[in-house]
């Protein structure tokens, strides 16, 4: 059973405009969260974190979102750029990291 | 600054095989982790180490071993490869698991024909 669960495989944006990225939680433990990003042959890398005690976190172009009552997390990129084209993950803490299934988001210009 | 080093990036098994990948970090990070990542599944923890000679299971252990003699080495072998474990393995490391974000190696594309 998925306790990290992205549920859109695939998002297309215009250049400029805002992306949104969701990810829903089952484990009410999940301490610390996480978004990465992910190029094709490369390892992915962190871009951002919130911290469960928070609800928001920024860092220039990208804002992380937490409503630890609905257990839902999402990463708004504002705005999107081609170089954005990327597998995003989620990750949530217990102790490990879990991973979400990942979004390919795609940023037309 | 390496970061984080696998070897190899690509390997072609045949079922019944064994081989080690090879993980390796310069940053004196304690926490390593190997993770493989499947389509559809994201990437799923199979072994984490929180220190030299401190090794424990991830969600997917099955197949694989794992020993950390050292900071900076965390090798990963897998015993008698089946056709299961084509997939591509990831290794991580960090300060002090997760507060700043793993560093991920580029990763290696395994193949168990």
């Known amino acids: 059973d998925q306790q990290v669960k992205q549920n859109s495989p695939s998002l297309s944006v215009q250049e400029g405009r805002i992306s949104i990225l969701n990810c829903d939680y089952t484990?009410?433990?999940?301490?610390?969260f996480l978004w990465y990003k992910k190029y094709p042959a490369e390892g992915p890398t962190f871009l951002i974190s919130?911290?469960?005690?928070?609800d928001k976190n920024e860092d220039g172009r990208f804002t992380v979102f937490l409503n630890k009552s609905a257990k839902h997390l999402s990463l708004h990129i504002v705005p999107s750029q081609p170089g954005d084209s990327a597998v995003y993950f989620c990750?949530?803490?217990?102790?490990?990291?879990?991973f979400g299934s990942g979004t390919q988001l795609t940023v037309l210009p | 600054n390496a970061g984080v080093t696998q070897t190899p990036k690509f390997q072609v098994l045949k079922t019944g095989q064994s081989m080690t990948l090879q993980c390796a970090q310069d940053?004196?990070?304690?926490?390593m982790s190997w993770y493989r990542q499947d389509p559809g599944m994201g990437l799923r923890l199979i072994h984490y180490?929180?220190?030299?000679?401190?090794?424990d299971q991830g969600e997917v252990p099955n197949g694989y071993n794992v020993s950390r003699s050292t900071t900076e080495d965390f090798p990963l072998r897998l015993l008698s490869a089946a056709p299961s474990q084509t997939s591509v393995y990831f290794c991580?490391?960090?300060?002090?698991?997760?507060?700043?974000?793993?560093?991920f190696g580029s990763g290696t594309r395994l193949t168990v024909v």
């Open positions: 991580a490391s960090s300060y002090s698991n997760g507060y700043y974000g793993y560093t």
């Open positions: 484990n009410s433990m999940f301490d610390y």
């Open positions: 919130i911290s469960s005690i928070k």
């Open positions: 990750a949530a803490r217990d102790g490990q990291l879990t």
């Open positions: 940053m004196n990070h304690e926490y």
């Open positions: 180490s929180v220190g030299a000679g401190i090794t």
